[in-house]
């Protein structure tokens, strides 16, 4: 069985890693999608609330798997869930160099687990959690936030924002 991770914060889940999700899922026998806890990093949903939404926006494809990992390396807790492989995308020059010199880490670490990288079409290259939430407060925003999250999680999102 060919099995991948996905991770990520996913804080929101956008329109860009629902794409990678449903691509990877054609891809992979099996694709879990994991959200990584980082202590260090402050998120704008809980847990159980970015687990739900990727729930929502993953329960049609049926080979995909959610779950979560804190205090391992990404590369560490997919060997832990037998997955051979690290899905994960390049959008820019910048994510290239960063993710390139992660894989080589990765593969100091654990050698036998392959990352493979995706890069999105053109018009989902620069949308990110972090410009969704950047959106927020100002006039028509939205209205905005629809073009880039899934439709199954923009009103947990405006909800969230709501003044």
Known sequence: MRRAIYAGSFDPI???????????SKLFDELVVAVGINPNKRTTFSLQERLEMLRKCTKEYLNVKIASFEGDFLVEYAKSINADYILRGIRSNGDYEFERGVMHINSDIRPEILTVFLMPPRELTEISSSLVKGLVGNTGWKELVKKYLPEKTVQTFIDRFRT
């Open 14 to 24: 956008t329109n860009g890693h629902l794409w990678m999700i449903q691509n990877g």
